[in-house]
């Protein structure tokens, strides 16, 4: 078309626009827009002098936590140190009732939706049964599981949660599938990208040696993500923790009802308490996982 | 035999006998690693026919040609081990292709004494085997080619094929690991076909030579009648295609 152009003086080359820096630029302007849209100046976030003064007790009761109830209680309830604690655990049972349905879903759905086990890149041999798979049943499947993860995903566990309210009322099955559907399938779709990214030199190997294509699945590429699967699930129980104590809100006996209940008392100091037992909980979650990886991952 | 319209290998005509051991040579690029897949099936050639125990690999269907592919054995240039487990597993995982899901499932989650025993034995037999039990990452390089070594022995395979197995460890154990295939596949009397680019070894270690240049075989015939004239034509850079640098844009 053109004749070759000699290269050009790198001294007078223009600012090169390269893909990378379009990218930043663009994503620079979608943030200044999206502030400009929302018209949401800084200068709001200093609170008005009546504002200012609950903002003020409120962060200084950070700094006296209530070691006892801020107001009589009726006898016979127990001490708020115990009652942080109950409510903690009761949090974590939560947490990991939801997350044992929602790897159970992950791990199923996950695989559904991974394409590496129907795609004909690690099964070879070309039989009628084997052309089926690869072009019409296996993306069907694959379709499908998607779409159900889009489905789970897209509805955030508050709003699963306002559903199963409306739905079953106060019933404990429906906040424990209020988490587990939504991060059923966070955990799918990032189980399914994990395995499709792997390392497949070793699943290219065991094909080799005759081994069928779910055997290449399970045991050369699962292997192989299972360590980044590990550490994601514990991630995800972390936040299973931190979402079913927002799930107090609604009235279950988490901490988040604790604090909720404090709030609306007013009762700052106690609202620390239980904030300070959520943060003890997640530090607690993370130390565990971080020696569980150290033992296993490193 | 082409990849994307360039053809790798062309002409090629190659017959390899049971338990005969012969080393391919060539400089990078000549279509070493092409023919060692179409070997074993994992490629299916783009024109002409590859027969394995009198079977043409085309007209086999899945569970024919998986059950080829677990009569050959094979140890991968990268080799191609699962890094985080123990080397056991690695080596049990070898026999997949004769089992089937479950069974798989259950030998390498739970093997038997007998299991454990032929793997240990193997490991042994390549000069590892305190290692069984160590994850396969822990091990240095010329270690866990070792280990890709006993899992394609622990296949039971009547052939085995390793491509460039000395490019990943230095000179010496080079030679001692070539020398152990070797005489590991006459005690057994298996096939073996290695790709080299160390001609000296080559010349040590095998009886036969073929030699490829540019997906064509420049010659194939006993190691004693290789000249040198045809080794070094083998390597000239004279009439290879030569790679261009990019023009920048």
């Known amino acids: 078309m053109s004749n070759p152009r000699p290269p050009p003086d790198p001294a007078r080359r223009p600012f090169p626009v390269t893909p990378r820096v379009s990218v930043a630029a663009s994503l620079l302007v979608a943030g200044l827009a999206a502030w400009l849209a929302l018209d949401a100046p800084l200068a709001r976030l200093v609170p008005e002098s009546g504002g200012l003064a609950v903002a003020r007790e409120f962060f200084a009761a950070a700094l006296r936590p209530a070691l006892d109830y801020e107001a009589p209680v009726p006898a016979g309830t127990p001490h708020i140190l115990a009652q942080a604690l109950a409510a903690a655990r009761r949090t974590v049972v939560f947490a990991t009732a939801a997350m044992s349905v929602a790897l159970v879903l992950g791990i199923a759905l996950g695989f559904l939706s991974t394409s590496a086990w129907w795609s004909g ?131 279950f006996p988490t901490l988040g009802y604790a604090i909720a209940q404090a709030f609306e008392n007013l009762h700052y100091r106690e609202v620390w308490t239980y904030l300070y037992a959520l943060v003890a909980l997640v530090l607690a979650i993370e130390a565990w996982s971080g020696a569980l990886r150290r033992r296993f991952v490193a | 035999m082409a990849f994307a319209g360039r053809p790798a290998l062309a002409a090629l005509d190659l017959v390899v006998e049971p338990g005969e051991a012969l080393a391919l040579v060539g400089p990078s690029g000549a279509g070493k690693t092409t023919l060692l897949r179409l070997l074993n099936a994992s490629l299916a050639p783009t024109s002409g026919t590859v027969c394995v125990d009198g079977q043409r690999l085309d007209e086999l269907g899945p569970r024919a040609l998986r059950a080829v592919r677990a009569r050959i054995g094979f140890v ?109 596949s006459r005690e057994r009397g298996l096939t073996l076909i290695v790709s080299i680019h160390d001609i000296q070894l080559a010349r040590a270690c095998f009886p036969r030579l073929v030699g490829l240049r540019a997906g064509r075989i420049a010659f194939d015939a006993p190691t004693g009648r290789v000249t040198e004239r045809e080794l070094a034509a083998l390597y000239s850079l004279e009439g290879l295609e030569r790679v261009e640098p990019a023009p920048s844009a």
């Open chain 1, 121 to 251: 890149e690690l099964s070879g041999g070309a039989g009628p049964l084997r052309r089926l798979c690869a072009r019409t049943l296996g993306p069907t499947v694959w379709a499908a599981a998607r779409l159900v993860i889009v489905v789970m995903r897209s509805v955030h566990e508050l709003l699963w949660a306002v559903l199963f309210l409306a739905a079953f009322g106060l019933n404990t099955a429906g906040a424990v599938a209020a988490i587990a559907i939504p991060y059923g399938g966070t955990l799918a779709k990032i189980f399914s990208e994990m395995v499709e990214e792997a390392p497949r030199d070793a699943a290219w190997a065991l094909r080799g040696a005759g081994a069928t294509p779910l055997q290449v699945f399970v045991f050369g590429l699962v292997p192989r993500a299972a360590p980044d699967m590990a550490a994601y699930s514990f991630y995800r129980f972390e936040c299973a923790v931190r979402s079913a104590a927002v799930l107090g809100f609604f009235g």
């Open chain 2, 76 to 184: 991968h240039q990268d080799l191609a081990l699962v890094p985080n487990v123990r080397v056991l597993v690695n080596v049990l995982s070898g026999r997949l292709g004769r089992q089937g899901f479950l069974a798989g499932v259950r030998s390498l989650c739970l093997p038997s004494r007998a299991e454990v025993a032929r793997a240990a034995a193997i490991l042994e037999r390549v000069g590892i085997g305190e290692k069984l039990y160590q994850r396969t990452d822990s091990l240095s390089g010329g270690q866990r080619q070792r280990v890709a070594l006993a899992r394609a022995l622990y296949q039971g395979p009547a052939a085995l094929l390793l491509d460039e197995p000395v490019s990943s460890v230095d000179p010496a154990r080079a030679r001692d690991l070539v020398e152990l295939v070797a005489a590991i």
